[in-house]
Nanobody, 130 residues
Framework: QVQLVESGGGLVQAGGSLTLSCAMS????????MGWFRQAPGKEREFVAA????????SYEDSVKGRFTISRDNAKNTAYLQMNSLKPEDTAVYYC???????????????????????RGQGTLVTVSS
């Protein structure tokens, strides 16, 4: 059974940076599209970023383009989300997700919306103060 464990969340001032990590166990990491979504209190989950198995393709939500970077290290079974120039509106619980059945990174947006994913982490809280 695939398990995902996120780390790296915390409190940061606006304009600061954080890097989230997502470690996978129980699966063949290089077979999975990896992604992140976030959910703020009282709001629906929002796709953030996704990356293909060999890092050839990435996808980002418009509000994070140019500020966030998704990456992965297949040797370490770990995906990352580097977040720069953080804004208070980035405050949310960030979840790592994985799926081995999708054909494109863009398809993960629908999988997130309908909660149709192979695995999801427990989430890590990111709080950006103004």
């Amino acid at each position: 059974q695939v398990q995902l464990v996120e780390s790296g969340g915390g409190l940061v001032q606006a304009g600061g940076s954080l890097t989230l990590s997502c470690a996978m166990s129980g699966g063949t990491f290089r077979s999975y599209i990896m992604g992140w979504f976030r959910q703020a209190p009282g709001k629906e989950r929002e796709f953030v970023a996704a990356i293909s198995p060999l890092s050839l393709y990435t996808s980002y939500e418009d509000s994070v383009k140019g500020r966030f970077t998704i990456s992965r290290d297949n040797a370490k079974n770990t995906a990352y989300l580097q977040m720069n120039s953080l804004k208070p509106e980035d405050t949310a619980v960030y979840y790592c997700v994985a799926d081995s059945h999708l054909s494109t990174v863009q398809a993960i947006t629908f999988a997130i919306k309908y909660n149709d994913l192979d695995a999801r982490g427990q989430g890590t809280l990111v709080t950006v103060s103004s």
